[in-house]
T-cell receptor, first 112, second 114 residues
Framework: QKEVEQNSGPLSVPEGAIASLNCTYSDRVSQSFFWYRQYSGKSPELIMSIYSNGDKEDGRFTAQLNKASQYVSLLIRDSQPSDSATYLCAVSFMDSNYQLIWGAGTKLIIKP | SQTIHQWPATLVQPVGSPLSLECTVEGTSNPNLYWYRQAAGRGLQLLFYSVGIGQISSEVPQNLSASRPQDRQFILSSKKLLLSDSGFYLC?????????????FGDGTRLSIL
């Protein structure tokens, strides 16, 4: 199993619908979880951080963490065309000196 | 507020030529600094990180090196570039304990080796 896995997509979602992005990670002691958005040709920008089990909401975005099942997800409500981008998941593991391990990203396309 | 500057934005270099990419951070002290490389359609690969002046940790063997001559300056170098060094190079900063806070990225340098 790769350390941090994401479905590469593309994931196509109609405008106004909920986009659901998933990330699974290997069975290691983990500390912090981050979701980034990356537009084509640009650098990643932080969307959400989550550190404990459960849901964390910020505007249209909700991050969900389940450490027992080793997954973290990102929900985008009322999806807009401007949400079309690649979404990167990053996890810090204790045995990697807490450096972030990155997934390859999921490409999201919001169709008007 | 904190800002990060990275230059140049694009660079085309011949095989065997040297490389120097620079990154500076403003508005914070003693940041943790990172150099990543991203190949097309791939995730970010950590190349180097630094927790203080003169302290460099290398994550993967390669013909690249990094230096941190000042608290908020991080430099990525190579004496002789290889074709495999092509990619999108990103500098990032964070504060606090490693892995505890999100990283913030510069605009990146797209490097093409001919």
């Amino acid at each position: 199993q790769k350390e941090v896995e994401q479905n590469s997509g593309p994931l196509s979602v109609p405008e106004g619908a909920i986009a659901s992005l998933n990330c699974t990670y290997s069975d290691r002691v983990s500390q912090s979880f981050f979701w980034y958005r990356q537009y084509s040709g640009k650098s990643p920008e932080l969307i959400m951080s989550i550190y404990s089990n459960g849901d964390k909401e910020d505007g249209r975005f909700t991050a969900q963490l389940n450490k027992a099942s080793q997954y973290v997800s990102l929900l985008i409500r009322d999806s807009q065309p401007s949400d079309s981008a690649t979404y990167l998941c990053a996890v810090s593991f204790m045995d990697s000196n807490y450096q972030l391990i990155w997934g390859a990203g999921t490409k999201l396309i919001i169709k008007p | 507020s904190q800002t990060i500057h990275q230059w140049p934005a694009t660079l085309v270099q011949p095989v065997g030529s040297p490389l120097s990419l620079e990154c500076t951070v403003e508005g914070t002290s003693n940041p943790n600094l990172y150099w990543y490389r991203q190949a097309a359609g791939r995730g970010l690969q950590l190349l180097f990180y630094s927790v203080g002046i003169g302290q460099i940790s290398s994550e993967v063997p390669q013909n690249l090196s990094a230096s941190r001559p000042q608290d908020r300056q991080f430099i990525l170098s190579s004496k002789k570039l290889l074709l495999s060094d092509s990619g999108f190079y990103l500098c990032a900063w964070t504060t606090g304990a490693l892995g505890s806070q999100p990283q913030h990225f510069g605009d990146g340098t797209r490097l093409s080796i001919l």
